[in-house]
């Protein structure tokens, strides 16, 4: 990761995932007029600098998701709750499988995938927007980055100690002779990584410790906006006791004991603190579905389920997949798609039970239409492996009826021979 | 920011300038992989493995650098490795498993370039091949790097005794997946 791209995550992060505690409110900074432009010798002019850079990287980023009409739904959502400032800020999805928007001083906002497929409404995505936009709105980005001028300083100061200590001790190993300097080498050049790492988190546990209140007001601010614009009051509180569930679901106790994504800095119960926040605002969450918000919500991010569910399984947190694999089923639509990426979290993951598990959402996904052919291939994967060859065959044929210019046909086809030769004694 | 980035790059170069005798010169030739299997290189490449997180099974060839064409030789991996070592617990790394179909194999190939940074990676043309007398798939990918850059690669693997082995080249499609692809294919051709 580039230092522009370090910096930028960390900024990324410390906005909504942050996970703040609600906490004695700070003093409101003045709310921002629209078209505010920094003077050129302010310190908020460096930040914008650095926005703008940020802004360019992204435009030409393989992550830039590339349909228009989901950009311009999210535009329009972000203009619903902030009406005032709708002609100043650039919407950019990013193709990121994890819960995260900005919004940066110069007007730029970022929202990721993980993010859209985890909202169950627009009502929750409005939520988070609420919050970004009123950080841009309160000026907040103007205290964050001073704190981060003076961090990363230091952070760097460190991170260039530590790694030319692992440059001389490269270089004796280097030129040790010894056969296994090469190994010692890339050992060093780990530990150093890791060391640095760690010198970055505690830099940004450094950096979290001064947001935490504008983060609160940034919950309330959001709230409110969300709410001005006919959102559902318990939309905030209903996503972070998802956020939590699905975190408790994960593969690894690190992650687990995180709470949620974005607080692994915090050593209380902060995703509690702000439901709690949140549902003294607008009620307490889990309230009855509203369908059509649901609904509505899905057919705009349908096209994206499949790739965004790929892009999630690339994480290989198995536990998280199959926690939101839950979600996304509970309208009882899409389960050709669903289904099929349920069995594949569970081949993937080869625990005990996972390929009777496998099997059984593959065979769920071809009673659906919207089952990607895939499925069928996978279906055929697990019936052979169970020793069952006609249904293994029965189930290559039918992919290959429905994929029958697949690039791997002849790999099918090859099996196909192979299930129906005679079996040998 | 532009401080940082100067100091960054500064101890970069440091780190490279005292990390040369890592790097090694492959000649061509004969090239032994794993246990017993041989193939021929057509021209001379570095081997900068031990710069980068690889597992011991796996050597990394380049000839201009990493961000112009890196080709990964992996030498017989063992289930539960990858091409590269989780850096944490909670971030592993696509790995070889036992009994994977050739899909699986297909697909452990794709995820391990996503896994090394790489963006949208997508497979294309799919061919039988040979490694060593064995049936082995080959594989064409496509890809992006982070800043949006369009890379071609492409790969030959096969499970052979239990083991994978995987020659897997990549370059940006622009002129240089193109120059020494050649150089690639005389390499699967040694290796059939």
Known sequence: ???????????????????????????????????????PSSAEAGMWGESDREEAHVRTSAELDQDPALTAYVRGVVCKIAAEYCGELRVYVLDRPFLNATTAPNGYVEVWSGLMLRAQTEDELAYVLGHEVSHFARNHSIERYRTLKTTSNVVLALQVGVTLGAVVAMSGAANSGTV????????????????????????????????????????????????AAGYSPSAGADLWTYVVAETNASEFPTVRKAEARGSVFNTHPITADRIAALSNLGGPPGGAPNLTARRSYRATIRSHLGPWLKDDLRRRDFGETLRLLDRLEEEGEDLGILEFYRGETHRLRRQDGDAAAALSAYRAATTHEDAPPAAWRELAEALRKQGDRPGAVQALQAYLVHAPNAPDRWLAEASLKSLTAPESP | MSRQIRLTATVLTLMLLTSCASIT???????????????TLDREWSDISTLTARTPQVRVLTIDGLALNRLYVAQGLKPGEGLTRPMAKDKPVPAYRKDMSPNEVIEFVSDSVAAQGYQRVETGELKPARLWGKDAVRIELTAKTETGLEVSGVAEAADIGGRLYLILYLAPSEHYFNTYLPSVEALFHSAA
Do not use: C
């Open chain 1, 1 to 39: 990761m580039t230092a522009g791209r370090r910096l930028a995550s960390l900024w990324a992060v410390a906005v909504f995932a942050s996970a703040a505690t609600p906490a004695a409110a700070a003093a409101p900074a003045g709310l921002r007029p629209p078209g505010l432009k920094p003077e």
């Open chain 1, 180 to 227: 296994n300097a090469g190994d010692t080498i890339d050992s060093i050049s780990r530990a150093a990584q890791s060391m640095n790492d760690l010198i970055y988190l505690a830099g940004m546990a450094r950096f979290y410790g001064f947001s935490r209140e504008n983060e609160t007001e940034a919950d309330r601010l959001g709230y409110e906006r969300a709410v």
């Open chain 2, 25 to 39: 010169s492959v000649p061509a030739g004969p090239l032994t992989l794993g246990e017993g299997h041989p193939a």
